[in-house]
């Protein structure tokens, strides 16, 4: 079966058409410019050339992600900063057993190896197993995963091995933990009174015997090498495009595999170290919202590992509200006169929406007040000075082949 590939390389784009076997290259795949960015690549199938999007690439950029030790005494302020200025960060010293993630690992590697009609049976979209389409609505990437609901103690997945489910299960009680007390360092980095600390943390972890509670998922993602032959300068395949999480928090460890890259915030791209003995926390719409934008919502995405590297394995656990849960500044955060930037919604609206999104859309624009809109603007011209690189359009849809 042949793939299209699609390349777009500083000047110049490029369609390729590749099976195992040959490779053929056309120019002009895609009209617009990338300027200096571009460098990864977008697997698809063969669609209208028009259609066929850039995938924007950084430059070669050192790592610029926060680590904070969460037992260190500072750790507040430390977290605090790190959600302001990037909105990531690496998180050490979390108390995950090394146990659990080894399990985790081992099982969930021990799944994907399994042939791809076993796989299937744990399908059930949108939550189960799926491969490369993310999303309803055209998102692919080169992976597969499993994408499940869970409740404490409970792992919505009928149709998984029993040590796979038992494996998510622990390890989701213990990452949950992590993203609350997360959460409880970072209102206390805000500066919220001792006595109003909770509220962020009560939003994820549902008081005991609680039913209609918080809305969690876990992802666990499997990116496979890519086969795709890549020409001088390209740097990757697309695995999961860029977007930002539509929860509040979102917690995430990964194998030894890079691949994930974060945008800062004057729009570079940066690699993220992988760190199997840390966890990696996420802002997600929700936080930027419930701080009126004093947390950032950050952008990532992952490039897929080439021919000849290891697989990539990652469990990401998203933490988010109960569904009737308004999601709005809190006030105790909010200055006298300060407004709003974002009009009010609960959590069932906001994730309505998002499943009704792009990966890449930029999903709290319909919910930004006009002030927000004004402050957006004077940011991005602040950000965008000099050497700065400007941030990339939304993220076009991929298509891959994992199979
Ligand atoms: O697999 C990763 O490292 C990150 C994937 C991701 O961003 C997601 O599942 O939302």
Same mark, same amino acid.
């Given at each position: 079966?042949?793939t299209?590939?699609?390349?777009? @390389?500083?000047? !110049?784009?490029q369609?390729?058409?590749?099976?195992?076997s %040959?490779?053929?290259?056309t120019?002009?795949?895609?009209? !617009?410019?990338?300027?200096?960015?571009?460098?990864?690549? +977008?697997?698809?199938?063969?669609?209208?050339?028009? &259609?066929i999007?850039?995938?924007?690439?950084?430059?070669?950029?050192?790592?610029?992600?926060?680590?904070?030790?969460?037992?260190?005494?500072?750790?507040?302020?430390?977290?605090?900063? %790190?959600?302001?200025?990037?909105?990531?960060?690496? &998180?050490?010293?979390?108390?995950?057993?090394?146990?659990?993630?080894?399990? #985790?690992?081992?099982?969930?590697? %021990?799944?994907?190896?399994?042939?791809?009609?076993?796989?299937?049976?744990?399908?059930a !979209?949108?939550?189960?197993?799926?491969?490369?389409?993310?999303?309803?609505?055209g998102d692919?990437?080169?992976?597969?995963?499993?994408?499940?609901?869970?409740?404490?103690?409970?792992?919505a997945?009928?149709?998984?091995?029993?040590?796979?489910?038992?494996? #998510?299960?622990?390890y989701?009680?213990?990452?949950?933990?992590?993203?609350?007390?997360?959460?409880?360092?970072?209102?206390?980095?805000?500066?919220?009174?001792?006595?109003r600390?909770?509220?962020?943390?009560?939003?994820?972890? +549902?008081?005991?015997?609680?039913?209609?509670?918080?809305?969690?998922?876990? *992802?666990? @993602?499997?990116?496979?090498?890519?086969?795709?032959?890549?020409?001088?300068?390209? !740097?990757?395949?697309?695995?999961?495009g860029e977007?930002?999480?539509?929860?509040?928090?979102?917690? #995430?460890?990964?194998? *030894?595999?890079?691949?994930? /890259?974060?945008?800062?915030?004057?729009?570079?791209?940066?690699?993220?170290?992988?760190?199997?003995?840390?966890?990696?926390?996420?802002?997600?719409?929700?936080?930027q919202?419930?701080?009126?934008?004093?947390?950032r919502?950050?952008?990532?995405?992952?490039? +897929?590992?080439?021919?000849? /590297? /290891?697989?990539?394995?990652?469990?990401?656990y998203?933490?988010?509200?109960?569904?009737?849960? *308004?999601?709005?500044?809190?006030?105790?955060?909010?200055?006298?006169?300060? /407004?709003?930037?974002?009009?009010?919604?609960?959590? %069932?609206?906001?994730?309505?929406? &998002?499943?009704?999104?792009?990966?890449?859309?930029?999903?709290?624009?319909?919910?930004?007040?006009?002030? +927000?809109?004004?402050?957006?603007?004077?940011?991005?011209?602040?950000?965008?000075?000099? @050497?700065?690189?400007?941030p990339?359009?939304?993220?076009?849809?991929?298509?891959?082949?994992?199979?």
């Amino acid at each position: 079966m042949s793939t299209i590939y699609t390349t777009n @390389n500083c000047k !110049r784009s490029q369609l390729i058409l590749c099976s195992r076997s %040959a490779c053929f290259t056309t120019n002009e795949a895609q009209k !617009r410019e990338t300027d200096r960015l571009p460098a990864m690549v +977008a697997i698809t199938v063969p669609i209208s050339v028009d &259609a066929i999007p850039l995938v924007k690439c950084a430059h070669a950029a050192a790592a610029a992600v926060p680590s904070v030790d969460l037992s260190a005494p500072g750790a507040a302020a430390a977290v605090a900063d %790190a959600c302001r200025g990037v909105g990531f960060f690496k &998180a050490t010293n979390h108390g995950v057993p090394a146990a659990l993630t080894d399990a #985790l690992e081992a099982r969930a590697a %021990a799944f994907f190896a399994l042939p791809h009609k076993d796989k299937l049976e744990a399908s059930a !979209r949108p939550l189960g197993y799926g491969s490369k389409s993310i999303g309803c609505n055209g998102d692919v990437g080169w992976l597969e995963y499993i994408l499940l609901s869970v409740g404490s103690g409970s792992v919505a997945a009928a149709s998984l091995p029993p040590s796979l489910r038992a494996a #998510l299960e622990e390890y989701t009680d213990a990452v949950r933990e992590v993203g609350a007390r997360v959460l409880e360092l970072m209102a206390d980095g805000l500066g919220i009174a001792e006595e109003r600390r909770g509220e962020l943390r009560r939003m994820v972890v +549902a008081p005991a015997g609680d039913k209609g509670g918080p809305d969690e998922l876990v *992802r666990v @993602n499997h990116y496979p090498p890519c086969p795709c032959p890549l020409a001088a300068g390209q !740097r990757g395949v697309t695995g999961f495009g860029e977007h930002t999480d539509p929860q509040i928090i979102s917690v #995430l460890r990964s194998n *030894r595999t890079g691949g994930l /890259q974060i945008m800062l915030p004057e729009g570079r791209w940066v690699p993220v170290a992988p760190d199997p003995d840390s966890l990696f926390i996420n802002v997600g719409d929700s936080l930027q919202v419930l701080t009126n934008g004093r947390f950032r919502s950050v952008k990532h995405r992952v490039v +897929a590992p080439a021919e000849g /590297q /290891q697989s990539r394995l990652s469990v990401i656990y998203f933490g988010g509200p109960a569904p009737t849960q *308004r999601i709005a500044p809190l006030p105790e955060l909010m200055r006298e006169g300060e /407004q709003s930037l974002y009009r009010e919604f609960t959590w %069932a609206e906001y994730k309505k929406a &998002a499943y009704k999104s792009r990966l890449g859309d930029h999903r709290l624009g319909p919910f930004e007040l006009p002030a +927000a809109v004004t402050q957006e603007a004077t940011k991005a011209d602040h950000h965008c000075s000099s @050497n700065a690189v400007q941030p990339p359009a939304p993220a076009p849809p991929h298509v891959a082949r994992v199979h």
